[in-house]
């Protein structure tokens, strides 16, 4: 049996167990961890703000209104998603370095020695079926006795492979979400500042017809269109940092998935021997 250090305990390795909440499968993250991490991190942000002398940029996030509020605490969100995915996928690649395969000298996988790489799998790590890569030899290796033909073996590992290439996908199904709203909550902010900087001329429109105080408050208007704007630059240029570091995680998580399919490919199907290879269709 391995060494206590260097047996994969998922329970007690998995950042979300380790805070105390229920550690979401594979790299999947746990919303209500994620979130509460996000409003706390927000508050401590605003509360920094509060005790820095104000500036322009300070007054980005604190003077327009409602929506910089919500968009700081989205954008966070989803950092702390991208975060914990990323601590996530360092435990899963840790399967990877795992000895699955007895180490003997010509040592060949059949349904005689399945036993013993199925008992190895639970030495290596105390939950198999919270690792990507152990899952799927556990899955493969445990319909091999009903199975006839290394390539049915293989076909099982690809459908597997297949199916957590999809987990994988909806597994940024919210964060997704959290950037198509980034940006709709700067364009509502313009919007609202547009709105009342318009109205505010308006209303001076209807109450004078003094030149000197028209002019006044076309340049209220200007300054408003001006402020309104920065909302939406600000939801933009968050939405774009957000949407690098998901390609940056997304990719690093396709190439791990690629390193599954090829171990699965040396260590199992390459070591395969079975009674009834291609002996019928």
Known sequence: MPEPSSRLVWSLR????????????????????????????TIAIYATLMVVEPNVYTDMLTERGFTPYVIVFFTIWSLVILMIKLSKLRLQRRALELDLIPEETGFVLSVATVDRVMDRLFQVSDDPKSFVLLNRVHIALSNLRNLGRVTDVGEILRSQADHDEST??????????????????????????????????????????DPAQLIDALKGVTGGLATAFETTLVALVAALAVQMLITFVKKREEEFLDECAEHCQRVIVNRLRLNQIETSD
């Open 14 to 41: 998995d950042i979300e167990q380790r805070m105390g909440f229920r550690g979401s499968r594979f790299t999947r993250v746990n919303g209500l961890l994620s979130s509460l991490i996000a409003a706390a991190m």
């Open 168 to 209: 994988m996908e909806t597994s940024y199904n919210a964060i997704r979400g959290l950037v198509w709203a980034i940006p709709i909550l700067g364009f509502i902010g313009t919007v609202s500042g547009l709105s009342a900087a318009i109205g505010g001329f308006g209303k001076v429109l209807s109450e004078t017809d």
